[in-house]
């Protein structure tokens, strides 16, 4: 008779583990790129007409102004297990699942786009507002304003700001696996957690420490390039 | 030439009342002038600056450039329109992450010129502001003088007739004031610029302006050539712009004298002297160049040799000679030679 160690303890040997952790780690990653996708554009178009309809910006609104952050605020007050649940038939109705990869990229959207949105508001808001002022004394359009001027100048905070929402979609990505969305998220779920195989709890932590350590350490870089080369409001 | 009329501008204040922060300003700055606009904080100076590089609308009155009202446009005429005033701001506001030379193209691109043309034109404008060869440059590279330049080349890339430069000397030191100021009246000279210049630096309006509009409270107090102003007795902007200590009371007659306007007869304290008899003993003086002529402010002591002198001969007397002078303090002698 086995030692009840060994019937419970079914572990993957550690020569096995890149055959699960490879293909899930390429999902992990492919499900937050689909999603950056997606956060980048919308929440991007989001933060530039929240800060636009500021008394700060372009087109000062107000009304648009308060509506559109109650939106963005009610699109954060939610956890992202809750929200992710909550929008399940909105999630079936786009996608025709609940399950897999695809139901896992509409919540991470809609969970990681007002994040965004508030995050590059927050990197305009941060532009001396002779910015603006510039750009409409120049003749700008307010096309022109908002790529040349605005954003182009808040281009190192921007990149901080899709570091750190990169970094929240990869943690999204994980409790996503929850629902089987796939990815390392799922791998921990069901076989550390589910199975109790503390080889692939012990890899996933490590898989993620490393891949967060990773993505924080090549954005750092990239923003203090963008603020060396050219000069930055810190400086 | 600009034309400010009756400008007002309100703003609808928290408790729903309305303040009024500009009560009908009107001005008017010629081609190829500089007028300083002074005034203490919260007199509405940097409202009419937003007024005047069209960045707020005002709530009545005009801006005419050139004899078209600018204060009405809006949407893409504005656009269009607003090249005719360039804007020089208090912090240069260059874009940080633009070479000097990008951000003075910057609105040649945005208006569509060919980029044969943008080279060209950027060139000259950056050799006009001696900054040819910190073309390459980012704006954290260049120093708060240097900044400034290339603000001010910016400013004239889409050849404006009048130029705003709202606070664009503070924070600089004097090195750099002097040659922003220089390159100021140069341009003024060069190209023809009706310039206002936007400052609450006295110093600054005694170096460059050639006329000076006083605000406070919103309203203009006084405006006028600075020699006008600098020789009008009891001018609070000759007292601003050339203050003197006040002193002890010296000689038979305390004399305030302005001189600016006319004419000066350099020799005028020995021809006083010898005309009249009398000792002129200089208390304190504030003189100094401007434009082509001495202007400036002084406080002299005279003493009766013999006899007292007719107060109204000798302020006649000095008049023909250039000078202003109004009676601060007299003895009992002169009281009754009067």
Request: charged share 15%; with cysteine.
């Amino acid at each position: 008779m086995k030692p009840l160690a060994d019937v419970i303890s079914q572990d993957t040997p550690w020569s096995q583990i890149h055959t699960l952790m490879l293909p899930a780690y390429l999902e992990t990653w492919l499900m937050v790129g689909i999603v950056m996708l997606f956060v980048v554009t919308l929440g991007g178009l989001l933060g530039v007409v929240l800060f636009n309809t500021s008394r700060h910006g372009l087109f000062p609104r107000p009304a648009v102004n308060r509506t559109l952050s109650w939106i963005v605020n009610m699109g954060r007050s939610l956890p992202f297990l809750v929200l992710m649940a909550a929008i399940i038939p909105f999630t079936f109705w786009l996608t025709g699942t609940t399950i897999g990869i695809p139901a896992a990229v509409i919540p991470m959207v809609v969970a990681g786009t007002p994040f965004f949105a508030r995050l590059l508001e927050n990197a305009l808001r941060e532009l001396p507002s002779e910015v603006t002022a510039v750009g409409l004394v120049s003749g700008g359009s307010t096309w022109q304003i908002i790529v040349h001027a605005q954003l182009s100048e808040a281009l190192p905070a921007i990149v901080a700001a899709i570091v750190l929402n990169v970094i929240s979609m990869i943690e999204y990505s994980a409790i996503a696996g929850t629902i089987g969305a796939g990815g390392i998220g799922y791998l921990a779920v069901v076989y550390g957690y589910q199975r109790f195989d503390n080889h692939i709890m012990v890899a996933t932590i490590v898989v993620l420490i490393a891949t967060i350590q990773l993505v924080q350490f090549i954005g750092d870089r990239l923003v203090a390039a963008l603020q060396h080369a050219k000069g930055s409001y810190s400086s | 030439m600009i034309e400010i009329d009756a400008l007002r501008k309100q703003y609808p204040a928290p408790d729903g009342k309305v303040v009024e922060v500009l009560k009908g300003i009107s001005l008017t700055v010629p081609d190829a002038s500089i007028t300083a606009v002074v005034g203490p904080s919260g007199a509405g100076k940097s409202t009419l600056a937003k007024c005047i590089s069209l960045l707020e609308k005002p709530t009545s009155g005009s801006i005419r450039v050139n004899g078209e009202d600018l204060s009405r446009l809006s949407g893409e005429t504005l656009r269009r329109e607003r090249r005719a005033i360039g804007t020089v701001f208090q912090s240069s506001a260059l874009l940080q992450r633009k070479t000097a030379w990008e951000n003075v193209a910057l609105p040649l691109e945005w208006l569509g010129v060919v980029p044969g043309e943008i080279t060209r034109h950027v060139g000259q404008l950056l050799d006009s502001v001696g900054l040819s060869d910190k073309a390459q440059y980012y704006p954290s590279q260049l120093s708060g003088g240097q900044r400034q330049r290339v603000g001010i080349a910016r400013a004239l890339a889409l050849k404006p007739s009048v130029l705003l430069a709202d606070e664009a000397t503070s924070g600089l030191d004097p090195d750099a004031t002097t040659s922003i100021l220089n390159l100021l009246k140069q341009l003024r000279d060069q190209f023809g610029l009706s310039i206002i210049l936007i400052t609450h630096e006295m110093d600054v309006v005694r170096r460059a302006a050639d006329a000076v509009a006083e605000i406070r409270d919103g309203q203009l107090l006084q405006q006028g050539s600075l020699r006008e102003l600098l020789a009008t007795p009891g001018s609070r902007i000759g007292q601003q712009l050339f203050p003197l200590q006040p002193l002890e009371l010296s000689g038979d007659l305390q004399l305030q004298l302005t001189y600016g306007d006319r004419a000066l007869a350099t020799d005028w304290i020995s021809q006083v002297s010898q005309q009249h008899q009398v000792q002129v003993d200089l208390l304190a003086a504030h003189v100094e160049q401007v434009g082509e002529r001495l202007a400036g402010r002084l406080r002299i002591g005279v003493r009766f040799n013999h006899r007292p002198v007719g107060l109204q001969v000798l302020i006649q007397h000095l008049y023909q000679l250039g000078i202003n002078a109004e009676v601060l303090e007299s003895q009992t002698a002169l009281q009754e030679a009067v």
